[in-house]
């Protein structure tokens, strides 16, 4: 069964991959090097007998290597958009976090329309 396949590392791994940490943070938390943990990502799609990455993820979710619970980011837009798609209600944390990227995207975008009108 896949759940036996895994190392102890390989699920560490997975669980971060999981909670949406990007390759290079995932190295850095473990001491590792980038390009480790993309081998480390691409030995667990074959073991896990999936078609890539977020595959892989939903196969160990559905195999309780992942404690069987669904994955969802909270207090950003990527949290928020999860749960958009899932069609879950919003929680506060999310909404807030929509709220302050939508203020962060709106300030980003001042400077450049003043930029505009002064040529």
């Given at each position: 069964?896949?759940?036996?396949?895994?190392?102890?590392?390989?699920?560490?791994?997975?669980?971060?991959?999981?909670?949406?940490?990007?390759?290079?943070?995932?190295a850095r938390r473990l001491n590792y090097t980038t390009s480790g943990i993309t081998s480390i990502a691409a030995r667990m799609v074959v073991k896990l007998r999936a078609r890539n990455m977020p595959n892989a993820v939903m196969v160990a979710s559905r195999a309780g290597?992942?404690?069987?619970?669904?994955?969802?980011?909270?207090?950003?837009?990527?949290?928020?958009?999860q749960h958009v798609r899932r069609r879950i209600p919003i929680c506060d944390a999310c909404r807030d976090g929509e709220r302050?990227?939508?203020?962060?995207?709106?300030?980003?975008?001042?400077?450049?329309?003043?930029?505009r009108e002064r040529a």
């Open positions: 069964m896949a759940a036996l396949t895994l190392t102890r590392l390989e699920v560490t791994v997975l669980h971060m991959i999981a909670e949406g940490l990007p390759y290079a943070e995932i290597i992942l404690d069987g619970r669904p994955f969802l980011r909270h207090g950003d837009h990527a949290g928020y958009e302050a990227y939508r203020a962060g995207q709106r300030e980003a975008q001042q400077p450049r329309e003043a930029a």
